[in-house]
């Protein structure tokens, strides 16, 4: 490399060239350096805090919520008004978990907008570093809010009324919440429709917006004073914590599979993992331990793993295709399952479900399976029908299996019925609801296998047709492994 | 980190390329070779085939058919090997919000695996190389478009790629921000490394590469040099001379050995030479000054490189001029080795220089 030949070489250098020794920490001025964190950390880390960090959203939020929570305290000690501290508590909420996340919608489109990710690619950033790498500046940032806020909750101890191993767990609580929202968004982020992921990230923006007294979904509650109820103990804490660090991987990992080069792989890490979970989840139940928490785990797990499992690109680079290869017979075996594609990944899918199950046993197997072709494998198959495209369906089948299981919901809250949960398209495919049958009765049972078995079988037709294009990887790495 | 390459291996080598984008067939079946050393200019319309070519020679982008290969390696096969020894220069430069010159070379040579010491000097060596010392605290996306694209260049150098693909590098620049950037080019190419660079400016491709490659539809049209391509492939040379004493010119031209009189003019005549060797050019004019005809001005007749593009799609279209590689049905990639071809290389495509009868008088 040689210096700059736009600008006049020094007095005594040669034309052209010069020596690569000669091209070191030149003489002179002092070259501005950089090192203002350490090398260790992920370099997208890096780049995304330093340029988060300078945004006015950043510094806007973190002086007005120091102003804001001031005043508050000061209120609070000069009249011991109770409400200031559900207030700080809600305001807080609403900050880390509902108005920061919102940073991470445009995360990784702006990438692909701008056309940076092309250069990203050529580095040695692997996609998951690169969305992980969004999401942990984003988290950086409100941790650092969250930090600040602290001083706060715990000078109220002060003012009496308040457990201060309640409130930091809370603030956990909402770093967690928080965490898990990001995550949900930069997934979303590698979408490249924008209404689309409004319409999607809207949901989970009413869900944060309505848990605003803590998470009233796990049953916690904000007393006056701001500080919560027995509802969220340490064990419950950590029960949330791993279950939010296991969707946010998982989220992070699905909107790293958008935005991968072909010749990525991250179906099999990802599915190893959710059927890991889904193992441990089993063990749970049979264990004696249950609750709606686990059961709504379990079926959330498998519904986005197995949604992103139907709507992988095909295989279609011989270098996904090599390690199983070279694994022999077993290799071949676990490709079924584990190589990228949404061809594997009906196999995936019908795994994921079966372990899914067993927590909601009280189903009979045919009605749930009829629950997941209606929520998922029925849209999925009209979708590979119209489309040859399927990394595109991600969140169209997000969307239709949402808007399936919310409709199933309503109906249930309509009917009051205290039966098992009944998704609407199950409802109008089955005589259920109109006869007023019990869910042993052949008359339920059978409709809903013939239901399952027909989207199964449409989306493995699909899926063999699919599969073709994936044969010339298949034999250029079969020529490379001999 | 300088990344090395097995010089037994041209640097790029591109078999029957093929890819479609559902029913458009963008690339069909581009073949050509490149030296390790040369700079090679990639020509052509937009929407032939030269960034889709580009972007696959990239690992940016998955041929459908055909087999493309960087420094011996696949690029469907070895993406990673590829990319450590490429640079790559999109022809639009990405920005980032509130990130300045220093923080965006300081990322990528962080992404690129550079550490401590090395990184940074690393980045004051490539900053120093494309003179952007003095933006360092500049907001990138405050820059000038010839300043964003020496960063581009810069960012593509970090690595000391020994393999550049520079996708219209000089496009929307002004004319002093082109002249730095040909300069900055022409020292690389002196550095031995590989350029392929494609442009609209022929002229500029014309002084800075070795050979051209012109594509269109998605076809190689021309593989030579822009010598050849500005002679039209003639074995003649045409050229203008003015004389203060026009007559006695024409009648030296009458006589004179390897001289044909095309046409005479006011002030001279334009005469053929039946050679395209310099040496029997400067012969002719040396023995004409012998001869006592007093010339003011010699001049070799070249086109210009975009008639030249032009009149060879214009023969492509009346279907006197056939491409160099026939349209067919991409082909089922095949492979059997990361680089099939590796000792001895053979040229699949012929170059114009050989194959004269692609390119006809003009």
Known sequence: ??????????????????????????????????????????????????????????????????????????????????????????????????????????????????????????????????????????????????????????????????????????????????????????????????????????????????????????????????????????????????????????????????????????????????????????????????????????????????????????????????????????????????????????????????????????????????????????????????????????????????????????????????????????????????AGCQESDLVVQVPAAILAGVWFLLLLILAFRASRATSAARREAQALVK | MSSTIDKSQPAIHVENLHRLFGQFHAVRGVSFTVPHGQVVGFVGANGAGKTTTMRILATLDYPTGGQAYVGGYNVVHYPAEVRRLLGWMPDSFGTYDHMTVLEYMDFYARALGYRGEERLKRIQEVMEFTDLHDLADRLINKMSKGQGQRLCLGRALLHDPQILILDEPAAGLDPKARVELKHLIRILASEGKTILISSHILSELGEMCDTLLFIDKGRIVHHGSAETLKRGGSADTIVTVESVEPAKLTQWALTAPHVTILEETKSGARLRLDSIDPAVVAGVLRRAVVDGVPVVDWHREERRLEDAFIDILGEIEKGTLSTLVPPGPPPVPQLGTPSPWRGELTLDIPSVDENPQFLKDK
């Not at chain 1, 006056?224 to 804490?237: A, C, I, K, Q, V």
């Open chain 1, 1 to 434: 490399m040689t210096p700059s030949p736009l600008t006049p070489e020094p007095a005594g250098a040669a034309a052209g060239t010069v020596p690569e020794a000669a091209t070191g920490i030149a003489e002179g001025p002092a070259f501005p350096q950089l090192s203002d964190f350490p090398d260790s950390l992920s370099p997208m880390l890096v780049k995304e805090l330093r340029q988060g960090l300078k945004t006015w959203i950043f510094s806007g939020v973190f002086i007005t919520l120091q102003i804001v929570l001031a005043l508050s305290l000061l209120l609070a000690a000069a009249g011991g008004s109770a409400g200031s501290g559900k207030f700080m508590t809600q305001l807080s909420w609403i900050i880390l978990v509902v108005a920061l996340p919102l940073r991470a919608f445009g995360a990784l489109s702006e990438e692909i907008r701008s056309r940076t990710l092309d250069a990203l690619v050529l580095t040695k950033l692997s996609a998951f570093r690169i969305s992980s790498g969004k999401w942990a500046a984003l988290m950086a940032q409100s941790t650092l809010i969250a930090l600040a806020i602290l001083p706060y909750l715990i000078m109220r101890y002060f003012y009496g009324g308040v457990n201060v191993f309640a409130e930091i767990r809370m603030l956990l609580f909402m770093i967690l919440a928080g965490g898990l929202h990001t995550a949900w968004l930069v997934c979303l982020s590698s979408q490249p429709g924008f209404i689309l992921r409004v319409l999607l990230a809207a949901p989970g923006v009413i869900l944060a917006w309505i848990s605003i007294d803590g998470g009233s979904f796990l049953g916690l509650n904000i007393s006056g004073s701001g500080s919560l109820d027995d509802g969220l103990s340490t064990s419950s804490l950590l029960y949330f914590a791993a279950a939010s660090l296991l969707l946010t991987y998982l989220l992070l990992d699905i909107g790293a599979t958008r935005i991968a080069p072909a010749s990525a792989n991250l179906a099999t890490r990802k599915r190893l993992i959710t059927l890991g979970a889904l193992v441990i989840l089993v063990v749970l139940e049979k264990s004696g331990v249950s609750g709606s928490g686990l059961k709504s785990f379990a079926l959330a797990l498998a519904f986005l793993a197995g949604a992103d499992a139907l709507t992988e690109a095909p295989a279609t680079a011989p270098s996904t295709w090599v390690p199983f290869l070279r694994a022999g017979v077993p290799g071949r075996l676990a490709a079924w399952l584990f190589l990228p594609g949404w061809t594997t990944g009906l196999w995936f899918f019908l795994l994921a479900f079966s372990l899914a199950w067993f927590p909601q046993s009280h189903l009979h197997p045919f009605l749930f399976g009829a629950v997941v072709a209606s929520t998922l494998l029925a849209p999925a198959a009209l979708a590979h029908l119209l489309t040859r495209e399927p990394a595109r369906l991600f969140p169209y089948l997000l969307g239709t299996g949402a808007l399936t299981v919310a409709l199933g919901i309503l109906i249930e809250n309509v009917k009051s019925s205290a039966g098992s949960f009944m998704p609407a398209i199950l409802s109008a495919f089955t005589p259920v609801s109109a």
